[in-house]
């Protein structure tokens, strides 16, 4: 065995494999690398922004509620200005407003305003003046002006309100009306900072960030910070605002930043900023699985590659040694493995050539096979029809069709008539010439868009004036669809019977045949031509629906009784008369049955069991003459392959055939060509003479009819591989 580490080629394997394996790798490995990255930070990125969006709804709902509280305190009468400094109802009107506070979880205070009197605050432990207010709440960041205007807005308004206590509350200014023109107050709600703590660090899960809120003026309403790596001095929230809407990260210090947005109906901004150096840090688990992971594939791979390798040299290596086998006098060591190798499959091509060349040479065969398929009724799946169709160039998507059979009366058919007529195109309707089996007869079918008579008749004059002989045509039908063709073969048989009744250059039209008289009696003239005519070709398919067509015309139409048994004695007496050309006797039982019909029924049932039974005989009998007239072709062809002038035609001639249909024949019983099975016997001969005699090639050559005997070598080195004298000398 050839050692494949010694080889060269083997090498060039493995270098190609690696090569093949490492650029997708790397390449890949890259790509998959900065997308799970970017999928990552996007993973996280999207999770802040749905925690902000939760937030930003969050805070939607509460400012709404904070809108319906105002609108039923401005309904409440309880809570009017005359109730709130009235001195007894005054103290009624504290207690219910703190009712509305307690039904608030987040509110800490609610505070009702009146503008004609800002100098009173009521909140829901009694009224305070605006100093009394500030000193309750140790408000540091607003003074008694500063709070009257705070508390005197007419449009909805939130600020930050500092404590000497280290608190922070949003204050919330919802005027009385809501969405009132002219409001005669405010109702201001007052939320610990702290209440939205917990909520606003979820949006950061476990990243350090910091997460704003701001308002239209860009004031930090709530604010999370737990990075101490970022400063808020160093943030200028107008330019974040807009890198974040045009979906670009920031740079702080040197440092990459990623920002999350979300901005609300009434202009507050909820902003997130995070560093992204983080996720790498978040993921490092997850990454260096990954790398594992990868480094693992790039040791299969590896290993892949010279398993490949070695297997994928294999094959060389059983080609070397046929190729040692077949070219024994090409020494390995002076040709190089791959050389040889390609000089095997340069033979394998000029093989493939030839092969093309046989396959074209038989596509005339092929076609004569497919359409005599099609006329006898022996129709292939649609698929499958469709599909020989396209492989041999036949166009069936026409829409009526019709066949006409040329008799040329006492002429054999000429090779250029049968080149004329093996494609004929006319006006947009194309003809395919077929074989038959009588020598002097060619049929042809002929595809049409449109079902018109004039057409039909122009075709026909067409190939006349082609053809240029003297001949009769009989002519089928037109029918629908590729399909039905053997309907119109059929009727086209039918007037063939008339051809004897005809002079040269006559035309006969199957729907031509019945006579006026017939057809007012309303008599089934072509039917019962047709039925006979599909009886004697063994058709059983067609008989047995014409047969059908028959007696649901005699169902159908109205005629007298005497006119209906006449035409049902007409049938049989017609099948009988065939029967007995044919040599098939009927039983005195089933004759006697077949008369003394009582039914329709019944006698159609008995016609086609009698048509069932024929046509199985016919067909039987028709297979074992091909297989006598085969028979004897391939005797004479072994008795006289060595003739010089041996033919196909010649062959044809002397058994009463078309050379077409005896190719047929020959092909289809012994699976080769006429011309590949002579060939085969002379090469047997050869082969035989140059191992078991010393006979000179020449007269071998000439011996078995070969005059040529440098074309002679040439078929045998093609055939055998060596030349006739170098098979001499290897068979010694």
């Excluded at 002219?182 to 979820?202: E, L």
Aim: aromatic content about 10%; overall charge negative.
């Amino acid at each position: 065995m050839i050692n494949i580490f010694k080889q060269k080629l083997f090498y060039r394997y493995l270098l190609s494999y690696f090569v093949a394996f490492i650029i997708p790798f790397i390449i890949l490995g890259v790509l998959i690398y900065v997308n799970f990255i970017a999928d990552l930070q996007k993973e996280l990125e999207q999770s802040s922004l749905n925690n902000l969006n939760q937030f930003s709804e969050l805070m939607d709902e509460r400012k709404k509620e904070f809108t319906n509280i105002a609108t039923r305190i401005s309904n409440d009468s309880r809570l009017n200005a005359y109730h709130l400094n009235h001195p007894y109802y005054g103290y009624e009107a504290v207690q219910e407003l703190a009712k509305y506070r307690a039904n608030s979880v987040l509110v800490d205070e609610i505070a009702i305003i009146h503008h004609q009197n800002p100098d009173k605050i009521f909140t829901s432990g009694g009224y305070h003046m605006p100093t009394t207010f500030i000193g309750r709440y140790n408000i540091e960041n607003l003074s008694r002006d500063e709070l009257i205007d705070f508390i005197s807005q007419e449009h909805p308004q939130t600020k930050v309100i500092e404590t000497g206590d280290d608190l922070q509350y949003l204050a919330f200014i919802q005027p009385i009306v809501p969405n009132s023109l002219y409001p005669y107050g405010a109702i201001m709600y007052m939320v610990n900072n702290q209440q939205f703590d917990s909520i606003i660090r979820n949006a950061l899960s476990e990243l350090s960030g910091h997460i704003y809120v701001l308002n239209d003026q860009l004031d930090i309403l709530v604010s999370h910070e737990n990075d101490p790596n970022l400063s808020k001095e160093h943030l200028d929230f107008e330019m974040i605002l807009e890198r974040a809407t045009a979906g670009e990260d920031i740079d702080i210090e040197g440092k990459k930043y990623s920002v999350s947005l979300v901005q609300s109906d009434d202009e507050w901004s909820y902003l997130s900023i995070v560093q992204a150096k983080q996720f790498l840090d978040y993921f490092k688990g997850t990454l260096t699985t990954y790398l594992l992971v990868l480094l693992a594939v790039f040791f299969i791979g590896i290993i892949m590659t010279y398993i490949l390798s070695k297997y994928q040299y294999k094959p060389i290596d059983l080609l070397l040694r046929k190729v040692k086998q077949t070219q024994a006098s090409v020494k390995t060591d002076q040709v190089n493995e791959l050389n040889q190798v390609l000089v095997a499959f340069d033979q394998l091509n000029q093989d493939k050539v030839s092969l093309s060349e046989t396959v074209f040479k038989q596509r005339p065969f092929a076609k004569q096979q497919f359409w005599m398929n099609m006329l006898k009724g022996d129709y292939p799946d649609e698929s499958l029809m469709n599909d020989m169709a396209r492989s041999l160039q036949l166009q069936i998507d026409k829409a009526f069709y019709f066949v006409f059979i040329i008799h040329f009366k006492g002429k054999q058919v000429q090779p250029s008539t049968n080149q004329l007529m093996s494609e004929i195109t006319f006006n947009e309707m194309i003809g395919y010439g077929i074989d038959l089996l009588n020598i002097n007869d060619k049929a042809m079918i002929v595809g049409m868009d449109q079902k018109h008579k004039s057409d039909q008749s122009t075709f026909i004059d067409y190939v006349n004036e082609t053809l240029k002989t003297e001949s009769i045509i009989v002519v089928g039908s037109m029918v629908e669809g590729v399909r039905n063709i053997h309907d119109s073969y059929i009727e086209a048989m039918v007037a063939y019977d008339y051809i004897h009744y005809h002079s040269e250059g006559s035309t006969i039209f199957f729907d031509s045949i019945t006579t006026p008289t017939e057809q007012s009696l309303g008599y089934l003239k072509e039917e019962q031509l047709k039925l006979l005519q599909a009886l004697k070709q063994g058709q059983t398919i067609i008989a047995k629906e014409t047969l059908a067509e028959i007696f649901q015309n005699l169902r159908v139409r109205d005629r007298s009784l005497n006119a209906l048994k006449a035409i049902c004695f007409d049938v049989i007496n017609s099948v009988v008369r065939s029967l007995s050309e044919m040599g098939v006797c009927l039983r005195e039982e089933t004759f006697s049955k077949m008369v003394d019909f009582v039914t329709l029924d019944q006698l159609e049932q008995q016609l086609d069991l009698i048509i069932e039974t024929t046509c199985a005989s016919i067909q039987e009998k028709m297979q074992n003459e091909n297989n006598r007239i085969v028979q004897e072709i391939i005797n004479y062809v072994n008795k006289h392959f060595t003739d010089y002038d041996l033919s196909l035609e010649q062959i044809a001639e002397k058994h009463h055939l078309s050379a077409s249909y005896a190719s047929k024949l020959i092909k289809e019983h012994y699976g080769v060509s006429f011309k590949h099975y002579v060939q085969e016997l002379r090469m047997t001969y050869v082969k035989e003479n140059l191992r078991m005699t010393s006979k000179p090639i020449k007269a071998i050559v000439h011996e078995v009819g070969y005059m040529d005997v440098a074309n002679f070598t040439r078929k045998f080195k093609k055939e055998v591989g060596v030349t006739p004298g170098q098979y001499r000398n290897l068979n010694k």
